[in-house]
């Protein structure tokens, strides 16, 4: 899905030749109208554009057309063209729900800018209710995101998923680990049979052998009646093994055999049982490195280390901050039935600035507090109550921080091109950088 349409709209034709001439030059798609009626025929929900339009025109004037695709869907953005004379009106639009006001003469390269970044947002929107609707959904959706290092990890799924090669996946807590390797599984063909999952730091040492490999009645105390281990249950399915470098050396010499024979033996039983799976194996830790410290086999490394996926950290993968948040914000929406709720749009963008430890995981929490209320979140009255009591000062900084801030957002950090579009020497801007508390650095 690519960035969608502007749909500009103003009765006077040498505006629409001007503002034409600017979207070929930025390279935007757009249709110009001279009146809303013939404009509003392109609107419904599945609309991937955003509306630009003058305020001043008739019979429908911009308030008025602004209501009107709020009604067909208030996620889509509208931004006012205004006069000198109706800025007061324009900011009050603000309040309805429009997603900003440029006064004439505008900046063009900032008009340019904000038209990119709403067109974002409408995609961002449309791409998070795709994934909210199971009947648009394909397997490789389950992995949220559009940057290079999501797009990579992709590729690599989709090329070792098609083989029948045991997996080693590397990654962090919190990335995502057990869902890439239900996307490898949904995607093989063992598609249809079972996937189990195994978190070996979790299973006591006293039953681990016994969970994994099952055992026959009467094999030890308690052993009332035989049980089948979780690889013998995933027979013609995938066994995921994560924390496998919690998993006790003596239990790694007979996964080791496992790999090499594909059978085992219950506890308390001589027969060879055949094995028809597939290993997925998941760590956080360096496994050369612990099998370099004796705390984890070499040869079970080596024999693991064939096919490897690394799954990249969220902090190294920000461009798919927003989606996520989104979607974990509209999914906690729904399933904690919360209604009347804003995010404001610059909290987004604010999140991407932020350190993520946790990875995926620490920024899905956070989303789900968010909604609950646990953390920083207000109505847009409460947003408005806030702004209106604070000094002039006060409103001036939070402005400049906030176009600051989608500035280095929008040219992914790059100084010069920042010092371009808000006219400042590159001393200044490092000045107001530092003033704001902001490294450019988060946003490359």
Not at 30 to 55: A, R, T, W
Request: with cysteine; proline share 3%; net charge negative.
């Amino acid at each position: 899905m690519e960035l969608g349409k502007i749909l500009f709209v103003d009765d006077e034709e040498h505006i629409r030749n001007s503002i034409a001439q600017s979207f070929d030059l930025a390279g935007l798609s757009y249709e110009c109208f001279n009146s809303p009626n013939q404009m509003l025929l392109h609107i419904n929900k599945d609309f991937n554009g955003i509306v630009v339009s003058d305020i001043r025109m008739q019979p429908m004037g911009g308030i008025d057309l602004l209501e009107y695709v709020q009604r067909i869907d208030a996620a889509i953005p509208v931004i006012l063209i205004t006069g000198h004379g109706d800025v007061e009106l324009a900011v009050s639009s603000l309040q309805s729900g429009a997603y900003d006001f440029f006064e004439k003469p505008y900046n063009n390269n900032r008009l340019m800018n904000c038209l990119t970044k709403a067109l974002e947002k409408r995609l961002l929107h449309l791409k998070v209710l795709a994934l909210q609707n199971p009947q648009s959904l394909n397997v490789m959706d389950a992995i949220i995101g559009d940057s290079a290092p999501s797009k990579r990890l992709k590729q690599q799924i989709r090329t070792i998923a098609s083989t029948d090669v045991d997996i080693l996946i590397n990654g962090a807590t919190g990335v995502g680990k057990e869902l890439v390797a239900r996307v490898l599984h949904a995607l093989s063909s063992r598609a249809k049979a079972p996937f189990v999952a195994i978190n070996c730091g979790a299973l006591p040492l006293s039953i681990i052998e016994s969970e994994l490999f099952g055992h026959e009645k009467g094999s030890f105390t308690g052993a009332t009646s035989q049980r089948i281990g979780k690889f013998e249950f995933a027979k013609g399915g995938t066994v995921f093994l994560d924390e496998i470098e919690s998993m006790p050396l003596d239990l790694q010499v007979k996964l080791l055999r496992i790999l090499q024979e594909r059978n085992l033996e219950r506890l308390g039983s001589n027969e060879l049982i055949d094995l028809d799976i597939r290993i997925i194996a998941a760590t956080k830790k360096d496994l050369l490195v612990e099998s370099q410290n004796a705390n984890f086999r070499e040869d079970l490394f080596y024999r693991l280390n064939v096919a490897v996926i690394n799954i990249p950290s969220l902090n190294e993968r920000k461009a798919d901050i927003r989606l996520l948040a989104q979607y974990f914000i509209d999914k906690s929406i729904k399933t904690h039935n919360i209604r009347d709720l804003n995010i404001i749009s610059h909290k987004l963008i604010e999140l991407e600035n932020r350190d993520w430890r946790g990875n995926v995981r620490e920024l899905k929490n956070y989303c789900e507090r968010l909604v609950l209320g646990i953390d920083d979140v207000s109505s847009p009255e409460d947003e408005a109550r806030k702004f209106e009591k604070m000094p002039l000062t006060g409103r001036m900084r939070l402005y400049e921080k906030q176009e600051i801030m989608a500035c280095l957002t929008a040219h992914n950090g790059h100084v010069q091109s920042c010092c371009d579009e808000l006219g400042l020497p590159r001393k200044t801007f490092y000045d107001k950088l530092s003033r704001h508390e902001l490294n450019r650095s988060d946003y490359i």
